[in-house]
């Protein structure tokens, strides 16, 4: 198995776009990218925009060598309602656009399905490709409650095996960490706690439960690759935020780390660093 981050907030801009290849089949998931339109009180810097659009170009390449897509939710960061053509002959996989959805997101789906052949919804089903499974969570929350919905997690084992959390901003409930320990994969993709509104939409305790389920996956399972990105890496300071998961991940031979770092590369943090790209471009 060959797992790749595509686009992450780390590599440049919103996303959790992920290209996962086998001898049997090639998927990507949530093959979406966006930028945050305010931060700091200013929109996304040229440069921002610049970055969205080579990551686009990159995961356009990623869906045309794909022969399986997957949505996990309806947010613009983890889909592209107007592509849909990219999609065409693909086996796409989605999480059901009425059950488990907000008002906002069933909107987005209706339109974005309406496009669409060859689909089926995902939500707590299995698919065999040859020797390679995918497995699908039952929707959790998007976050702390059901304000912004729910997402699905997506579990894959040809042999070696992939898990990968999709929006649950922590993982802040023992619901969204459930999946991932029950299905104790090697490589782990999970969207970090929301540490830059700490405060603000993230609470403290969030951000404890947070930790503390991190740690109960990385000694419950056999996770050797720990990723946590996306809503953690908008902040500038993220290392120190989950300072305890990464030094119990020493301790016990886990590599926490973010996708841009787990592709050999140097994190890109864009949209942390808006202020400064007005100040100095």
Not at 83 to 97: A, N, S, V, W
Not at 100 to 127: C, H, P
Not at 160 to 179: K, L, N, W
Not at 195 to 223: C, H, K, Q
Request: with cysteine.
């Amino acid at each position: 198995m060959e797992v790749i981050p595509i686009a992450f907030d780390s590599l440049g801009a919103r996303s959790m776009c992920t290209l996962v290849r086998t001898a049997d089949v090639t998927v990507i998931i949530d093959p979406g990218v966006a930028l945050g339109p305010k931060r700091y009180g200013l929109p996304p810097h040229p440069k921002e925009v610049d970055r969205m659009k080579e990551l686009w170009e990159d995961i356009k390449k990623g869906i045309e060598e794909s022969d399986v897509a997957v949505v996990t939710h309806y947010h613009y960061d983890h889909h592209s309602p107007e592509e849909t053509d990219l999609l065409k002959g693909k086996r796409i996989l989605l999480k059901h656009p009425k059950e488990k959805i907000n008002r906002s997101q069933m909107g987005r789906a209706a339109y974005f399905i309406e496009k669409l052949d060859n689909y089926d919804f995902a939500d707590g089903k299995e698919y065999e490709f040859g020797n390679t499974l995918l497995k699908f969570s039952q929707p959790v929350f998007h976050g702390a409650n059901s304000r912004l919905g729910y997402v699905i997690e997506l579990y894959i084992d040809d042999g070696d095996s992939f898990a990968f959390s999709s929006d649950v901003e922590g993982p802040i409930h023992g619901e969204q960490v459930e999946f991932l320990i029950e299905t104790k994969a090697e490589t782990v993709f999970i969207d970090g706690p929301m540490t830059y509104m700490l405060g603000y939409r993230f609470s403290a305790r969030s951000l404890e439960n947070s930790i503390e389920n991190l740690i109960t996956l990385m000694e419950r399972t056999d996770v050797k690759d720990l990723v946590l990105d996306h809503h953690l890496t908008r902040d500038i300071n993220f290392r120190e935020k989950i300072n305890e998961v990464r030094e119990r991940g020493e301790e016990i031979g886990v590599r926490v780390m973010t996708a841009a770092e787990f592709s050999g590369k140097e994190n890109l943090l864009l949209e942390a660093l808006r202020k400064e790209l007005y100040q100095n471009y």
